[in-house]
């Protein structure tokens, strides 16, 4: 059956209708909000994440690892522990930033110096009560203060490894002037007497291949040479061994990379764990 006119246009004077209310809808948009939970940006009322918000901002200033590099970029803040401050420029020892975990206060004895914004993770602040570690904040420190003396000797050539030596001011071995393989017993001998005058305690090598260097290196009662192909490597040589020569094959190597763990190397103390000492004292008479 044919609909009748009259139907026909109430059919379509309701379908204008319908359309003319979302035309009117379309042209006032409501007001979308951000979804509970999603971060602004804004920090106004929140002073704690302010402070984060500015420490990070600083990081891109800091030398690798947990060392400060320039003390212009650092901002003031309460390290845990309750630690002391200084404005005196260190001479000697590390100077950590950021976060402080357990396992970087590995190897350290009496005082252990934090850059400003640097804080103990709750574990470090247990370890550093057990082990009566003295938390000291320091206010004004370089990189260079910071970073203890250390002695090299690279192998060849490696434009990446002299910006790293030259990042972290590394001392060339005094009695091994020559680059060549074979000057590398020299190299280790020289090394050990510095050692064991006193004057240093701690080594990197730069070479193309580890294996020589290392096992040269263990053959001296007070060397321990660990190979630095990653950060954990890194620290657990520190952690475990007491580490104090770093062998780096610098064709696997770039130039962050080497200051990375060049940087993390130099919080070592150089000085055995007692369980170590004593490991390798009974492995001395194997023959």
């Known amino acids: 059956m044919d609909a009748s006119p009259e139907l026909i246009k109430t059919i379509t004077d309701a379908v204008l209708e319908v359309l003319s209310r979302k035309a009117d809808t379309a042209s006032s948009p409501a007001e979308v909000r951000a979804p509970m939970g999603i971060c602004t940006g804004d920090y106004s009322k929140f002073p704690e994440l302010a402070r984060l918000r500015s420490a990070g901002d600083a990081s891109a200033n800091a030398a690798p690892n947990g060392f400060v590099e320039d003390a212009a970029a650092a901002r003031s803040s309460t390290a845990a522990a309750s630690p002391t401050s200084t404005e005196t420029p260190l001479s000697s020892g590390p100077v950590l930033t950021g976060v402080i975990t357990a396992s970087k206060l590995a190897g350290l004895e009496g005082t252990v ?23 000291q904040t320091v206010n004004a420190v370089t990189k260079a203060a910071a970073a203890p ?54 080594a990197v090598l730069f070479v193309p291949s580890a294996a020589r260097a290392v096992c040269l290196a263990n053959r001296c009662e007070n060397l321990r040479a660990i190979v630095g192909t990653c950060r954990q490597a890194v620290q657990e040589g520190i952690e475990f061994l007491g580490a104090n020569v770093l062998v780096l094959e610098y064709p696997h190597h770039g130039f962050k990379s080497m200051v990375d763990l060049i940087g993390l190397f130099l919080t070592s103390t150089g000085k055995a764990p007692k369980d170590v000492e004593s490991q390798l004292a009974a492995l001395a008479v194997c023959r």
């Not at 490696?158 to 001011?169: M, V």
């Open 113 to 135: 110096y934090l850059a400003p914004g640097a804080r103990l993770s709750p574990l470090a602040v247990d370890l550093a009560k057990q082990r009566k570690l003295h938390i």
């Open 149 to 202: 003396s250390w002695i090299y000797w690279m192998q060849g050539h490696c434009p990446s490894a002299a910006r790293a030596i030259e990042q972290w001011r590394g001392q060339a071995v005094a009695d091994a002037r020559i680059s060549a393989g074979q000057q590398l017993p020299t190299v280790i001998r020289a090394i050990s007497k510095d050692f064991s005058g006193g004057q240093m305690r701690l």
